[in-house]
């Protein structure tokens, strides 16, 4: 009986580790043929860039809200806010099957059907305009009034938490245009990855540059606003072409861009106090 058992116990041993070789081997199967096909490098390069483009939206609000709490935690919180932003959509990535069903219609009012990704979007829509608003009061007067003490800063617990609710709203919103142009997880991996690092890279020179100058301030909180109006838009079904607002957005950048130019120039030819 022991001659018996012992072989069978060996066998079923040797099965699972047959198995589990073949999971990795069908596992590394299914990654090589995208590397070699040039479809798949394709809607890799357009999934980065669109990846990007809809994290501009996010970095913005990072940017500001950071800018508002004390210089020595700026830099943890923006390196938190998108760290938290990358686990997101990774982890939304593991529930691709769940995120799609998020599209599928909930409830219906006056003859319009709501999804979870419709009120998603709409609830995130209305946090981003009162942000925006209040962030721009808070600029226009800073001393709230006289009741108050100037430029109150903002708490790094309170930080975080918004921060978290826009990156889940920005995760959801990126992962459905993902599973939209591909099929194949690996690819959305990377592009997410990718534009992370991207957003990483460019977190402290644009706070820094948001800073530095106080129109820019106004104008990005403006670009929320819209960005805000867009989310509430599409919730209510209404799809407003990407192009349309970052083409907006470009062209107001541009703007701003030759006035900032103009206004060094004056310096410079300005006389100096001496002369």
Not at 134 to 162: T, Y
Not at 170 to 181: E, H, L, N, P, R
Not at 248 to 272: C, D, I, Q, Y
Request: glycine residues 8%; neutral net charge; hydrophobic residues 50%.
């Amino acid at each position: 009986m022991r001659t018996r058992t012992i072989p069978t116990c060996t066998t079923s041993t040797g099965t699972a580790d047959t198995a589990h070789q073949d999971k990795d081997r069908s596992g590394v199967d299914n990654i090589l043929p995208l590397l070699s096909d040039p479809t798949a490098w394709a809607a890799l390069a357009t999934l980065v860039v669109m990846e990007v483009v809809l994290g501009i939206d996010n970095l913005i609000f990072i940017s500001i809200l950071t800018n508002r709490l004390p210089e020595n935690q700026q830099a943890k919180a923006r390196r938190i806010g998108i760290g938290l932003a990358l686990i997101l959509r990774l982890g939304l990535l593991g529930t691709v099957a769940w995120i799609v069903h998020l599209t599928e219609p909930v409830f219906s009012v006056l003859g319009k059907s709501f999804s979870w990704r419709d009120l998603i979007l709409v609830a995130g829509g209305l946090f981003l305009l009162w942000k925006a608003t209040k962030e721009i009061h808070h600029s226009v007067d800073p001393d709230g009034g006289g009741d108050e003490k100037k430029g109150p800063q903002l708490g790094f617990a309170a930080a975080i938490g918004q921060i978290l609710v826009l990156d889940l709203v920005f995760s959801i919103d990126s992962i459905i245009t993902a599973v939209g142009m591909t099929d194949h997880v690996a690819i959305m991996v990377v592009a997410v990855i990718a534009a992370v690092t991207v957003m990483l890279i460019a977190a402290d020179p644009l706070s820094r540059f948001i800073a530095a100058n106080p129109t820019v301030v106004m104008l990005a909180l403006g670009f929320l606003i819209m960005i805000g109006m867009t989310l509430i838009a599409e919730g209510f079904g209404a799809h407003v072409p990407k192009g349309y607002i970052y083409t907006a957005m470009a062209f107001s950048a541009g703007v701003e861009g030759l006035n900032m130019l103009a206004r060094r120039r004056r310096r410079k030819r300005a006389p100096s106090p001496e002369a």
